[in-house]
């Protein structure tokens, strides 16, 4: 079993910027992709960025340009940093872990135009 926890959500204004972190605990596997989705109301659960234990990124086109992943494996711990705040980036945030998808509990990120 993988436990992750998330931190850093919070409500900004557009144009504004913030960073979320997630902490992998447990069994862990050395070869892994952490990963960032978000899910609005009414919406699917998609992707925002991922990141490998290798440190090769993958994001969302939506999102390029103005959110970073980054990780930090001797803290089992990955970032989002998220600038350019707009409005249609406000959903609630989940950390991944993979192999078998494993789920933090979400964090609200709201953006006021």
């Known amino acids: 079993q993988v436990q992750l926890v998330e931190s850093g959500g919070g409500l900004v204004q557009a144009g504004e910027s913030l960073r979320l972190s997630c902490a992998a605990s447990?069994?862990?596997?050395?070869?892994?992709?952490m990963g960032w989705y978000r899910q609005a109301p009414g919406k699917q659960r998609e992707l925002v960025a991922s990141?490998?234990?290798?440190?090769?990124?993958n994001y969302a086109d939506s999102v390029k340009g103005r959110f970073t992943i980054s990780r930090d494996n001797a803290k089992n711990t990955v970032y989002l940093q998220m600038n350019s705040l707009k409005p249609e980036d406000t959903s609630v945030y989940y950390c991944?872990?993979?192999?078998?998808?494993?789920w933090g509990q979400g964090t609200q990120v709201t953006v006021s135009s």
């Open positions: 447990g069994s862990r596997f050395s070869i892994n992709v």
């Open positions: 991944n872990y993979k192999p078998y998808d494993y």
């Open positions: 990141i490998t234990s290798g440190g090769k990124a």
